[in-house]
């Protein structure tokens, strides 16, 4: 099985900073794609960061400029940062992970439980 743990949100005030980790564990050969998603109060969950490995990233045009996704292969762990925070980046934020178990397996998706992400004004 693979395990996500996401940590790093909590409270920040407008224009302020977080970075969000994501850590995966267990049976893990590769990670084909990373992800990090948010879902705010009445409001369906929507993409906020993707990132294909050896490709480029992708934004939601409302984080350009403001998050960087990445991520460290060794430590099995994709981050997020996020800078300018605003008010309406207030939201869970999850993390999603395309996961390779073995060698010649299909990827699987994995979601992490989420962190909360409180921007005030």
């Known amino acids: 099985q693979v395990q996500l743990v996401e940590s790093g949100g909590g409270l920040v005030q407008t224009g302020g900073s977080l970075r969000l980790s994501c850590a995966a564990s267990?049976?893990?050969?590769?990670?084909?794609?990373m992800g990090w998603y948010r879902q705010a109060p009445g409001k369906q969950r929507e993409l906020v960061a993707t990132?294909?490995?050896?490709?480029?990233?992708n934004y939601a045009d409302s984080v350009k400029g403001r998050f960087t996704i990445s991520r460290d292969i060794v430590k099995k762990t994709v981050y997020l940062q996020m800078n300018s925070l605003k008010p309406e980046d207030t939201a869970v934020y999850y993390c999603?992970?395309?996961?390779?178990?073995?060698?010649?397996?299909?990827?699987?998706?994995?979601w992490g439980p989420g962190t909360q992400v409180t921007v005030s004004s």
């Open positions: 999603k992970l395309d996961v390779v178990r073995r060698a010649g397996w299909s990827s699987q998706e994995y």
């Open positions: 990132s294909k490995t050896g490709g480029s990233a």
């Open positions: 267990g049976s893990i050969f590769s990670i084909n794609a």
